[in-house]
């Protein structure tokens, strides 16, 4: 059995020393590729990709590793324990030399997250969580809002999706905002500074498996756009959608999500 004692405080400093090195290659010029899907992947990437597996294996070799710039091997099916990894999360962002990209650590048991961070190195903001124990920022426990009225929300969205779900102008949400790191939209949420977010394009485990569980510490929900259930290292690692809210406005943003869906 894992003896998870600790473990939180070593994945803090590891993604600590990780940002460090992020930020050496923030705001510089940097080699990039495009990957098969179309995506871009810098140099950073891969070096704090390199950087953590080196870092969390120490802390227990025999745990199994699914990262966004690792090749997927599928033993992990099998494995206990699996760390899932975003080496950058928002590398566009990061590549624009925008302040919004995280980096992202979960470990996950019985295919749930049970230890996470989500940490912006530029603002120097790093979220945790250990299920059972609360959601924190910079060690400080933090809660989702008290928002109840829909039309009083803030929404971290992109304007097509927004305005998708979000056609009465009446119930309309007052705020929308954007950024490129899906860990750190859902954090926002866990913080308090947003209330929901919505994503009708589809996340893989390395997106939101850190911030599910930070979201649902601080009190907040989170599923697919038809409210089923988020499970990681299953065979099929991409998920179709995601909503993420507060407990309170969940149920009616999933409402308006479904028929908006079902009218296109």
Do not use: C
């Not at 990262?67 to 699996?82: K, M, Q, T, Y």
């Not at 999360?89 to 470990?107: C, H, M, Q, Y």
Request: without cysteine; aromatic residues 6%.
């Amino acid at each position: 059995m894992l003896h998870k004692e600790g473990m939180l405080d070593t994945l803090k400093q590891s993604v600590s020393k990780a940002g460090d090195l992020a930020l050496e290659f923030f705001g510089k010029d940097v080699d990039i590729e495009i990957k098969k899907d179309g995506s871009q992947v810098s140099a950073a990437d891969h070096a704090v990709n390199d950087l953590l597996e080196q870092e969390l294996s120490r802390l227990d070799p025999s745990i199994k590793w699914l990262s966004e710039e690792s090749p997927v091997d599928d033993s992990r099916l099998n494995a206990p324990h699996i760390w899932i990894i975003d080496p950058i999360d928002g590398t566009r962002g990061f590549l624009e030399n925008k302040p919004d990209w995280t980096i992202v650590a979960a470990l996950i048991e019985e295919n749930r997250p049970v230890l996470s961070v989500v940490y912006n190195p530029v603002k120097s903001e790093l979220f945790s969580a250990e299920a059972g124990k609360g959601a924190f920022l910079n060690d400080k426990k933090i809660s989702t809002s008290t928002t109840t009225d829909l039309s009083k929300a803030h929404i971290i969205s992109s304007k097509g999706h927004f305005n998708r779900v979000f056609t009465e102008e009446t119930q309309k949400p007052s705020t929308r905002t954007w950024n490129s790191s899906m860990a750190y939209r859902i954090a926002r949420i866990a913080e308090g500074v947003a209330d929901a977010t919505i994503s009708l394009t589809p996340k893989n485990d390395w997106d939101i498996a850190a911030a599910h569980l930070i979201l649902e510490e601080a009190g907040g929900q989170m599923s697919t756009h038809l409210g089923n259930t988020i499970t990681y290292n299953n065979q099929e690692i991409r998920h179709p959608s995601v909503v993420a809210a507060t407990k309170s406005l969940y149920k009616p943003i999933i409402n308006k999500t479904e028929q908006a869906i079902k009218q296109n």
